[in-house]
Every structure is written in C-alpha cells, then in structure tokens.
C-alpha cells in the first residue's frame, strides 16, 4: 500500500458526461501528480499541484481541471466526456517540490478506471 | 521541453541480465526515476539517481551520467515476475515529474 488513495476505483459514464476522481496523498506529502495512462501508452503528465498552488501543466485537455483543497487532497474534472477519454488516471504525492534528497519519489494511487461508453 | 527516450521491448531469459537504457532532454535536473509497472497496476519506485554514478539495490541497479543525458536499469539474475514495463523519469527544476514510455521486459523461461 502506496498510502496514496484514489477513488472511485472503476468509473463507467456516457459520452457528454462530467466527472470527479478524488486523490488523498500521502500523509504530509504536498505534492500532487495526475497522470492519464490509455490502454498499453505511456503515463501522459495532466497537471501538478503542490501546497494548493498549481505549479506545472503538461498537455491537459481545456475540457480537463484540477484542484488541491487546504487538506491536500485533490480533484481531477473531466467534462464533455468523449470515447478517447478512457482510460486510466492516476494520481502521484510526493514529499518534496524538487529533488536533491531524500524521499523524493513520488508513490501513485492505484488509479481510476474511467470508461465512457 | 522534456524528451525521454527508452527501448519499447526487451526480451530475455530467466537468470540473465537485461540492460535498459533511457536517454533524456530536459529544462533542469532534478533527479532520475525508475519505475516498475505491471499491466493494469500502479508504478512502484525502484530506483533514484541524482549524482553521477551506480546505485545498486539488491538485483537492480541503476547507472547515471548527466553529462550525457544517460541512465539505464540493469536488472540482474532475471524472475519471471521480473515480466512487466519499466519507466525512466525525470524531474525538472520546477518539481514537474515526466515519464518515458516504457520498456515492456519479457522473460522468458
């Protein structure tokens, strides 16, 4: 166990939909990483968040957002669901913002199934 | 921009060696990660190099060189269970944390 919860574990919405995954980092971690992961692809970087501020964006859809509330836990958003949309979402938390030490890996959730049919 | 590049499949036979290279390109350094994902499974953590030079943690090891941009995973005495995709990533000035597209290791008996 990661320590890094992400719910639902197993999503099925129609085209057009809106929906939330939930991400609870580790405890006293204050980074936050959502990565998209479609069937055998690669991790695609969506967006991080650290200490509730948004600090870096990879190639995340207009239709996708994100935030992180004063817990720390974050939202992931997706609207306008479309087919191409399914896929595996996960969620990262780590400790620090940058390397350099210690307890820097980021450990993941066990992800969100997200199917849209 | 970050660019991570690493083989797409590797072959190789239980008890053996199999080396994963990863070469990368990005704005600042600030470590280099390896990863282990089965299919359908979160990654786990295996590796961390941010200094020039070998790590090595029991069968695995992982090797850096950031004048070259280089790193690879030398994964020793192959299992079976060892059958799964590997991810090189690396973590820019900013903290941002990008993946290569893995390397799918098959071992085979």
């Known amino acids: 166990d990661s320590g890094v919860t992400q719910t639902p574990k197993h999503l099925i919405t129609a085209t057009g939909q809106r929906v939330t995954l939930r991400c609870s980092p580790r405890s006293g971690d204050l980074s936050v990483y959502w990565y998209q992961q479609s069937l055998d692809q690669g991790l695609q970087f969506l967006i991080q968040y650290y200490n509730g501020e948004e600090r870096a964006k990879g190639n995340i859809l207009e239709r996708f957002s994100a935030q992180q509330f004063p817990d720390l836990h974050s939202e992931l958003n997706l609207s306008s669901l479309e087919l191409g949309d399914s896929a595996l979402y996960f969620c990262a938390s780590s400790a620090n913002l940058q390397g350099g030490g210690m307890n820097t890996e980021a450990f993941f959730g066990q992800g969100t199934r997200l199917t849209v049919v | 921009g970050q660019n991570i590049d690493q083989p797409t499949e590797m072959t190789a036979t239980e008890g053996a060696i199999v080396q994963i290279n990863c070469t990368y390109q990005?704005?600042?350094?600030?470590?280099l990660f390896w990863y282990q994902q089965h299919a359908g499974e979160a990654p786990t953590f295996l590796s961390y190099n941010v200094l020039d030079g070998l790590e090595e943690k029991g069968r695995f090891s992982s090797f850096l060189s950031r004048s070259k941009g280089y790193s690879y995973l030398l994964l020793k005495e192959l299992q079976m269970k060892d059958s799964a995709s590997y991810l090189c990533?690396?973590?820019?000035?900013?903290?941002?944390?990008?993946f290569g597209a893995g390397t799918q290791v098959v071992v085979t008996p």
């Open positions: 990005t704005s600042g350094f600030n470590g």
């Open positions: 990533a690396v973590k820019d000035s900013w903290g941002k944390l990008q």
